[in-house]
C-alpha cells in the first residue's frame, strides 16, 4: 500500500517570504501522479499543482513550485512570495497511474500554513 | 458551475440513528470518493467507486454503506451512527483518463456530529 508522509505539522512564514513544505511518498510504482491541495478554512479543497511521475520537469504554478526527487521519492511544495491568503492546510497526495481501481488518492497528514503579516 | 455538490452540508445525530449522505457530479466523472476528515489524520478513504454500479471498499469502511446507482449520484449510509464517526466527510470524483493526470475535485463538506 502507499503511503504519504508530511513531517511538519505546522509551519508558519512572514508574508513575501518563502517557505518550503516537505512530503515523502512510499510506493513500488513507476507510473503515478503527485499533487499538493490546500485547504482553506473555508475547507474547500482546492488543487495547488500537479506533478506526473514520467516528467522530469518540476511542475510549477505562478508563485507555486514543486521539487520532484523521485529516486528520493520526495515531493516538496515551494511557495515563493507568500500572501496571507495561503493561509491554509496543505496536503500531499499520491494516485497510482496503472489504471483500473487504482486511481485512488492516498492523503498525507497535512501541514497547516500560517501566513504572518 | 456545480461540479460536485454534498447535501446536507451539517447535521446532528444521535447515537443509533441513520442517515444518508448524497454526493452529485455533473462532470461525467467515473471515479467518485467517500473520504472523511480527523483533526491530524489526513483525508482517509472511506468507500470508492469506478463506475455506475460498482464499489470497493477504502481504508476506514466499517460502519459504512455506499451505492451508485446513477453514474452522477453516490451516497454514503451511515446504519447505526456511533460518536467515532463524528467528522468531516468529503465526496470527490475524477476523470477514468486525463491528459493532465487524474485530478479530484471536491465537494463542499459535509460536517456530522453524533452525540
Known amino acids: 500500500a502507499q503511503t504519504v508522509t508530511q513531517s511538519q505539522p505546522e509551519m508558519s512564514v512572514q508574508e513575501a517570504e518563502t517557505v518550503t513544505l516537505s512530503c515523502t511518498y512510499d510506493?513500488?510504482?513507476?507510473?503515478?501522479?503527485l499533487f499538493w491541495y490546500k485547504q482553506p478554512p473555508s475547507r474547500q479543497m482546492i488543487l495547488v499543482i500537479r506533478?506526473?511521475?514520467?516528467?522530469?520537469q518540476n511542475a510549477t504554478e505562478n508563485r507555486f513550485s514543486v521539487n520532484f526527487q523521485k529516486a528520493a521519492k520526495s515531493f516538496s511544495l515551494k511557495i515563493s512570495d507568500s500572501q496571507l491568503g495561503d493561509t491554509a492546510m496543505y496536503f500531499c497526495?499520491?494516485?497510482?497511474?496503472?489504471?483500473?481501481?487504482?486511481?485512488?488518492?492516498?492523503f498525507g497528514k497535512g501541514t497547516l500554513l500560517t501566513v504572518n503579516p | 458551475n456545480a461540479g460536485v455538490t454534498q447535501t446536507p452540508k451539517f447535521r446532528v445525530l444521535k447515537t443509533g440513528q441513520s442517515m444518508t449522505l448524497l454526493c452529485a457530479q455533473d462532470?461525467?466523472?467515473?471515479?467518485m470518493y467517500w473520504y472523511r476528515q480527523d483533526p491530524g489524520m489526513g483525508l482517509r478513504l472511506i468507500h470508492y467507486?469506478?463506475?455506475?454500479?460498482?464499489?470497493a471498499k477504502g481504508e476506514v469502511p466499517d460502519g459504512y454503506n455506499v451505492s451508485r446507482l446513477k453514474k452522477q449520484n453516490f451516497l454514503l449510509g451511515l446504519e447505526s451512527a456511533a460518536p467515532s464517526q463524528t467528522s468531516v466527510y468529503f465526496c470527490?470524483?475524477?476523470?477514468?483518463?486525463?491528459?493532465?493526470?487524474?485530478?479530484?475535485?471536491f465537494g463542499q463538506g459535509t460536517r456530522l456530529t453524533v452525540v
Open positions: 470527490a470524483s475524477s476523470y477514468l483518463k486525463s491528459t493532465y493526470g487524474t485530478e479530484a475535485f
Open positions: 510506493t513500488s510504482e513507476n507510473n503515478y501522479y
Open positions: 506533478q506526473e511521475a514520467y516528467k522530469q
Open positions: 497526495a499520491f494516485m497510482r497511474g496503472s489504471g483500473g481501481s487504482n486511481y485512488k488518492l492516498t
Open positions: 462532470m461525467n466523472h467515473e471515479y
Open positions: 467507486s469506478v463506475g455506475e454500479g460498482t464499489t
